[in-house]
């Protein structure tokens, strides 16, 4: 089944502890995407990458980092987590390159930082 | 700037007709998008429109005024599954998607 996969879907934790959400898609999507979803501020852009070895800021890059050493995997990591990163993640991948370049969205990650 | 314009929330009865509209105003124009959000889940791919007019799906249309900076979503034969927020996006000239708030939709038997 073509999917986007994201772990974990829920986490807790507290200020200052290293974490990391993987993404997996198997659609040899060469376009991965990481958003944050806010209550009223609809899908903001974390980071995007065009393909292996190619990432760029979104529209809200400040306290992350991701990585893409392989097409299918693009990992979330939040070095060192504040309570104003608890949001709800999501995930995404697309062919690219193209006009009608549909998303596909993993099922989000919902993170709670104390 | 870029920005993208939805109302907030809307108010429906199920089996009725609900349009949704969205505003934009971007760099560059490639495409807008219309995706489902059912809540605490991913968006779903609803529609796709880069020429002026309306594209029909089912239930579901979305119409383009480029020269206007104007779409809607018409939803037809609403039915309690309807109710969720409906995303629209805009595709820049970097090809980069700006993203509205999303509009709730409520619908009431």
């Known amino acids: 089944e073509a999917q986007v996969t994201q772990n974990p879907r829920y986490l807790i934790t507290v200020t200052g502890k290293k974490l990391t959400v993987t993404c997996s898609q198997n659609?040899?999507?060469?376009?991965m995407s990481w958003y944050r979803q806010d209550p009223g501020l609809g899908l903001r852009q974390i980071y995007y990458?065009?393909?292996?070895?190619?990432?760029d800021k979104g529209d809200v890059p400040e306290g992350y980092k991701v990585s893409r050493k392989e097409k299918r995997n693009f990992p979330l990591i939040l070095e060192s987590p504040s309570p104003n990163q608890t949001s709800l993640y999501f995930c995404?991948?697309?062919?690219?390159?193209?006009?009608?370049?549909?998303?596909?969205f993993g099922p989000g990650t919902r993170l709670t930082v104390l | 700037g870029q920005n993208i314009d939805q109302p907030t929330e809307m108010t429906a009865t199920e089996g009725a007709i609900v349009q949704i509209n969205c505003t934009y105003q971007?760099?560059?124009?490639?495409?807008l998008f219309w995706y489902q959000q059912h809540a605490g889940e991913a968006p779903t791919f609803l529609s796709y429109?880069?020429l002026d007019g309306l594209e029909e799906k089912g239930r579901f249309s979305s119409f383009l005024s480029r020269s206007k900076g104007y779409s809607y979503l018409l939803l037809k034969e609403l039915q309690m599954k309807d109710s969720a927020s409906y995303l629209c996006?805009?595709?820049?000239?970097?090809?980069?998607?700006?993203w509205g708030a999303g509009t709730k939709l409520i619908i009431k038997p």
């Open positions: 996006a805009v595709k820049d000239s970097n090809y980069q998607l700006i």
């Open positions: 659609m040899n999507h060469e376009y």
């Open positions: 995404a991948s697309s062919f690219g390159g193209s006009l009608v370049d549909t998303q596909y």
């Open positions: 971007t760099s560059g124009f490639n495409g």
């Open positions: 429109n880069v």
């Open positions: 990458s065009m393909n292996v070895e190619v990432t």
